[in-house]
């Protein structure tokens, strides 16, 4: 009886390990996003604290035309937001500037690439408050 409950205890481990140390070494860029960005950017409008991502992934397609461009900016806008580099300076008016992100760089490429992939065309600019919620997210 003793050996089965160790061998239960023992299995129950593994199993609950097992899918953290691998979710651990393929984050998502989703999953990176809800750890290290929800608490400021909800992903469609109502804002939080901060422009919500599908009308900044709208920004960022209309200003640049490969994904790659986009992602480098993305990237270096997380390690180091500034205003001359910022896609839309209103928005630090509005909610001031985003804090640098210290997070590795595969990770913040993974993220950028997550934002990159939410836009969504028939949001337009998403200016729209409240609009178009519910869709979009099932690409
Ligand atoms: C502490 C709050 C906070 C966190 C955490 C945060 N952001 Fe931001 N973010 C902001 C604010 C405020 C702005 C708007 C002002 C600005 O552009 O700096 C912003 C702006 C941005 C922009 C627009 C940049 C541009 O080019 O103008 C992007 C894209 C972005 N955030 C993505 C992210 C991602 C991805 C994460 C997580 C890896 C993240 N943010 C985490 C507050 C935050």
């Given amino acids: 009886m003793k050996k089965f409950m160790s061998?239960?205890?023992?299995?129950?481990?593994?199993?609950?390990?097992?899918?953290?140390?691998?979710?651990?070494?393929?984050?998502?860029?989703q999953e990176i996003f809800t750890r290290?960005?929800?608490?400021?950017?909800?992903?469609?409008?109502?804002p939080k604290?901060?422009?919500?991502?599908?009308?900044?992934?709208?920004?960022y397609h209309q200003r640049f035309k490969t994904k790659k461009e986009g992602v480098n900016h993305l990237v270096t806008y997380l390690k180091s937001p500034n205003k001359d580099n910022?896609?839309?300076?209103?928005?630090?008016?509005?909610?001031g500037l985003m804090p640098a992100l210290v997070l590795?760089?595969?990770e913040l490429r993974t993220v950028a690439?997550?934002?990159?992939?939410?836009?969504?065309p028939n949001m337009g600019m998403g200016r729209g408050m409240g609009m178009g919620r519910g869709r979009g997210m099932n690409q």
């Fill in 86 to 95: 910022a896609i839309d300076p209103q928005a630090i008016t509005r909610f």
């Fill in 113 to 120: 690439e997550w934002v990159w992939d939410q836009y969504n």
């Fill in 104 to 106: 590795p760089d595969a």
């Fill in 36 to 46: 290290n960005c929800s608490v400021c950017h909800s992903v469609m409008p109502p």
């Fill in 7 to 29: 061998v239960c205890i023992l299995s129950g481990l593994v199993s609950g390990f097992s899918p953290s140390i691998i979710s651990a070494k393929t984050l998502s860029g």
């Fill in 49 to 59: 604290n901060a422009p919500p991502i599908t009308p900044l992934a709208s920004r």
